[in-house]
């Protein structure tokens, strides 16, 4: 600890050495597990596939319509766990590079189909061996049996949480199924959406409460320590922050020891927003839990743990 003008001022190295602790009770938090998890699939995807250009979503959206035939948009979005939105947005990139096409239904003309064209096929054929080795280094913290457990559980969320998929397509997309990157993904999408229908009344996300978590163990941090310890990018620690100061709930301030730094804290309305979320959040992890075998649990976290450990905070 140091002092400046007579104040007490906290060190970065303290600050390593004291968040981990002081944060464990959003670390550890299997919303935030499970987060952090997809981030690190998602990093490892990328750095395996370089130079293919695709996305883990594109790739889902590629080996779905290489397997079934005749999809339409919304069957397409529900079988790979896409939003609308995100459907239509992940297909757009893939016409606009002639890797998906859209053709006219003989049956009903009404009706556009999707198909893939021998272009995505040729990516999806380059994409065998790098997506290989990304499942590969993503496990690799993790036994086979541990593996198998953890896609067990993963699974088994998965499908208390989600429509059935028919039959006969479940048994096309297998392989895409059982990949840990898209169930980590999918339980992403379920975790997340257990939080936000239990704070619905405070309208809030997981990462706007992760940010004010942050700032409430925290005070007075400037936004690039606050990405640091909450593990945004860039991008959604700004677009965050600015939708919590537009509510209120936190304020900027300018550095006292750099005039050209703004910190961030909590306000009081922010303080007593987040003691009703706290209770929101406490109703979401049960609710995820209570879909997972108590003997599960823990191997579930640790095995979460195993996967990020070795990667560091991008």
């Not at 999809?71 to 459907?87: F, I, K, N």
């Amino acid at each position: 600890m140091t002092t400046w003008n007579g104040m007490a001022v906290i060190t970065a190295s303290e600050l390593a050495s004291t968040s981990a602790l002081s944060l464990e009770g959003l670390y550890g938090r299997p919303g935030f597990k499970i987060r952090r998890a997809h981030q690190t699939a998602v990093a490892i995807f990328a750095e395996a596939t370089a130079g293919l250009n695709i996305t883990t979503s594109q790739y889902g959206v590629l080996h779905t319509l290489g397997v079934i035939k005749e999809l339409d948009q919304v069957t397409l979005a529900r079988l790979v766990g896409l939003d609308r939105s995100t459907t239509s947005l992940v297909l757009g990139h893939l016409e606009e590079r002639g890797l998906v096409q859209r053709v006219q239904n003989t049956v009903d003309r009404r009706r556009r189909i999707l198909d893939i064209t021998s272009t995505g096929r040729e990516l999806l054929e380059l994409s065998k061996k790098p997506v290989a080795l990304a499942v590969s280094r993503l496990m690799e913290s993790l036994g086979t049996a541990e593996r198998d457990r953890l896609l067990d559980i993963l699974e088994g969320v998965v499908n208390a949480a989600t429509p059935s998929v028919e039959p006969a397509m479940a048994r096309l997309l297998r392989d895409l199924y059982r990949r840990p990157g898209f169930l980590i993904r999918r339980v992403h999408q379920v975790t997340s959406a257990l939080f936000i229908e239990a704070c619905k009344p405070n309208d809030v996300t997981p990462t706007q409460f992760g940010m004010m978590f942050v700032l409430n163990q925290r005070p007075h941090l400037d936004q690039v320590t606050l990405a640091g310890l909450a593990y945004f990018d860039r991008s959604t620690n700004s677009m965050v922050a600015e939708m919590l100061v537009n509510r209120g709930w936190i304020e900027r301030k300018i550095d006292v020891l750099d005039r050209r730094r703004r910190l961030l804290s909590l306000t009081p309305l922010g303080e007593h927003s987040l003691g009703e979320i706290m209770r929101g959040a406490q109703k979401a992890r049960d609710s995820f839990f209570a879909s997972i075998d108590p003997n599960d649990r823990d191997f579930l976290l640790s095995s979460l743990d195993a996967i990020t450990a070795s990667r560091p905070a991008s």
